[in-house]
């Protein structure tokens, strides 16, 4: 469909093949969209395939679904506000930069699908407010920004995975896409690139919170460290523990691509 318009398959215009050339289990990335999808956090879907070009077996392939306009109206039921791409340029952790836009887009925040009319003006506001606003209206002014407890929950899918290269990643900020809905200053954080997880039975789950501005000051607050670990406690009992959902659906997701890798 990028080179033939109105193609579709499965009622999708887009689809983008991933190569896991970083996670050669193959399980990370699809096991991590399932658990933030059933914890009710946007994500993309995702399934295996065989790729052939000219009848030859390149390998196998995850598919996964991209984050554009049919997925915001799957989702979110619109796609009229404005979406942006983080791309990892350098450590970063929510620190203001100053009121330039430009100092934070399109470099880290590339738009995706913002209207003509839209300008980074936003990002700057939300930045700025995660850094300045005072201990006492922290929360309250923040939150016309970002949901906060639908951002512990996205953070406690995170650290239950033990992702590395998150929003608390190792190098800074990384692998999420954000979304400002039409007529509002409020965003929605959409995972994103989840090969990385799983690396550590160890991860802490206050993993780099210290680091980022956002997080550091979230929990200054009881109430909203009561909120994460809250979440935290949801996100494993979905899990389910030993034979729980989620190994069963490592066990599926082995069966299913098993033999395309050893072909691979």
Not at 19 to 43: C, G, I, K, T
Not at 148 to 171: H, P, Q, R, S
Request: charged share 25%.
């Amino acid at each position: 469909a990028q080179y033939v318009q109105g193609q579709q398959f499965l009622g999708l215009d887009e689809l983008r093949l991933k190569n896991s050339v970083q996670d050669p289990s193959e399980l990370r990335e699809r096991l991590s969209m399932l658990m933030f999808r059933r914890m009710n956090v946007p994500a993309p879907r995702e399934s295996y395939a065989r790729l052939f070009v000219n009848d030859e077996y390149l390998g196998l392939y995850m598919v996964t679904e991209e984050i554009n306009e049919q997925f915001m109206d799957r989702v979110f039921q619109e796609h009229a506000g404005c979406h942006y791409n983080y791309n990892w340029v350098e450590e970063y952790h929510f620190e203001y930069l100053g009121d330039d836009p430009a100092l934070y887009a399109p470099a880290m925040f590339e738009p995706k699908s913002c209207p003509a009319s839209t300008d980074p003006a936003a990002i700057v506001d939300v930045i700025r407010t995660i850094n300045q606003a005072s201990d006492d209206a922290f929360i309250a002014e923040t939150s016309g920004f970002v949901d906060l407890n639908l951002f512990l929950k996205y953070l406690a899918v995170e650290n239950f995975i033990a992702d590395a290269d998150g929003v608390l990643g190792y190098a800074g900020m990384n692998n999420f896409h954000l979304y400002r809905f039409s007529g509002t200053e409020r965003f929605q954080f959409i995972a994103w690139d989840k090969n990385d997880t799983f690396y550590d039975a160890h991860h802490s789950i206050w993993y780099n919170s210290d680091l980022n501005v956002l997080t550091r000051r979230i929990f200054q607050y009881p109430e909203l460290s009561a909120v994460y670990q809250d979440a935290l406690r949801m996100t494993a009992l979905e899990a389910g523990g030993v034979g729980g959902w989620l190994e069963q659906e490592l066990d599926r997701a082995y069966t299913q691509m098993h033999q395309a890798a050893l072909d691979d």
